[in-house]
């Protein structure tokens, strides 16, 4: 055969099908789970979604552990349950996902950041100092693609004020500080189980506390103020009657998503090694590779990595695209990618209402125009990470400057 029927090698994309940035880790065992909850009877909240709490608090080592709708909604009642509210002041990092200010905005609070590190992208303790004022009420630390942030010195600087923290803890289902699990360490601490968490039911979320009123507080306000939800009610023996409290939300979880969580928490440190295991092969297969600059895999400080996202930074200074265009040029690869996150502050809604500015949160404005998540999901195959390391190689030989 002539070799000029054959398209040219170097146009032709690395891999036949497309590897999605991210894909749940969903097995038979989930579907069995949600199956025998649909033929129970009961698939709103109810026993199921008690047990993933129990089990949750237990898994975190915190006491108590209260499931909800999404990240975003557990965020919602920890501030609401502070009492958080206009006039007063939440600090946290612009690298995270809107929702994390957004909710501080809705309850007629004001977002204050700190820049983050360089090579974690977490908040930088360092900086935490300058930013509390009087009007502080809540310290929200984001740990970014699950390594935890160096929580001592921002509870030091946190307790010397007496401010709360409430740990944004989307990305570190199953991660650890200094020996202990996240969900144990602060007053408050969210985790959401969307379906590119480490843990996910769907759409979902859970709030861990050791607090004993903050728990009751969220109890009433994530099902309309009242006192007993349906499940209460109507169990064998219970009474009828409620009482409403004040007014709530409708934030309860159903069995259905709680059946898949309590699959998913027993499979969570197996998924999580996974993880690991597949970004340790990236960071051995990238290494070297001028044009981009890897994630920090290790903490100056013990701590256990939960490895939601491996994000690396592209040196857009040494390439003739920018990160948008090397997202498509890894498309054209049949490589998915993510993007985690456009700095906060910059958004047209946080730029106006507070006048920020370019400059004003340098490093993560930095991280802003550079970060990339390559794909990383337990389901991968060690092939597909030399697929998408193949792919980034060949992406930034074709665009070298
Ligand atoms: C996903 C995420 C959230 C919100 O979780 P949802 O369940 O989608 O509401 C909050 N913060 C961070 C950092 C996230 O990545």
């Known amino acids: 055969m002539d070799a000029a029927e054959f398209p040219a090698v170097t146009d032709a994309p690395g891999r036949l099908s497309f590897l999605p940035f991210s894909r749940p880790s969903l097995g038979e065992e989930e579907v069995q789970a949600v199956v025998e909850c649909l033929r129970s009877g009961w698939i709103t909240t109810g026993p199921r979604t008690r047990e993933f709490e129990e089990r949750f608090a237990a ?36 690298m995270t996902w809107v929702s994390t200010v957004s909710v501080a905005e809705l309850v007629g609070a004001r977002p204050v950041f700190v820049d983050v590190e360089p090579g974690t992208h977490n908040l930088d303790p360092g900086g935490l ?63 959401s189980f969307h379906p590119i968490k480490n843990l996910t039911t769907g759409e979902g979320g859970m709030i861990t506390t050791d607090d004993p009123d903050l728990a009751k507080r969220i109890r009433l306000l994530r099902f309309h103020g009242i006192t007993r939800d349906s499940w209460q ?54 290494d070297g590779l001028e044009e981009i600059r890897l994630p920090v895999s290790d903490a100056p400080y013990p701590a256990r990595h939960a490895w939601h996202l491996f994000t690396i930074l592209v040196d857009v200074d040494r390439l003739t ?53 390559l794909p990383l999901f337990p389901g991968m195959t060690e092939a597909d990470v030399d697929d998408v390391a193949r792919a980034v190689k060949k992406v930034v030989r074709t665009h070298r400057r």
């Open 233 to 286: 009610r109507q169990g064998a023996g219970a009474g009828a009657a409620y009482e409403v409290l004040l007014p709530g939300f409708k934030y309860n979880l159903t069995d259905i998503q709680s059946a898949i969580g309590l699959v998913q928490l027993a499979r969570l440190d197996a998924l999580n090694e996974r993880r690991a295991l597949l970004a340790r092969r990236y960071l051995e297969s990238l």
């Open 129 to 191: 100092r300058a930013a509390i004022t009087a009007r502080t009420r809540a310290i929200l630390p984001v740990h970014f693609a699950g390594l935890p942030c160096d929580m001592d010195p921002i509870r030091e600087a946190a307790a010397e004020r007496g401010i709360p923290v409430i740990e944004d803890a989307a990305h570190a289902a199953g991660a650890a500080y200094k020996g202990r699990p996240v969900g144990s360490l602060s007053l408050l601490t969210l985790f």
């Open 321 to 373: 695209l920018d990160r948008f265009g090397f997202m498509e040029a890894m498309k054209a690869e049949n490589v998915g990618t993510g993007l985690h996150f456009l700095a906060v502050h910059l958004q047209p809604y946080y730029r106006d209402r507070y006048g920020f500015r370019p400059g004003d949160f340098p490093e993560a404005e930095r991280v802003s125009e550079r970060v990339v998540s």
């Open 59 to 94: 898994y975190t080592g915190a006491r108590h552990a209260l499931a909800v709708t999404s990240g975003t909604a557990a965020e919602h009642l920890a501030l609401l349950a502070l009492g958080i509210g206009p006039g007063d002041e939440i600090v946290t990092s612009p």
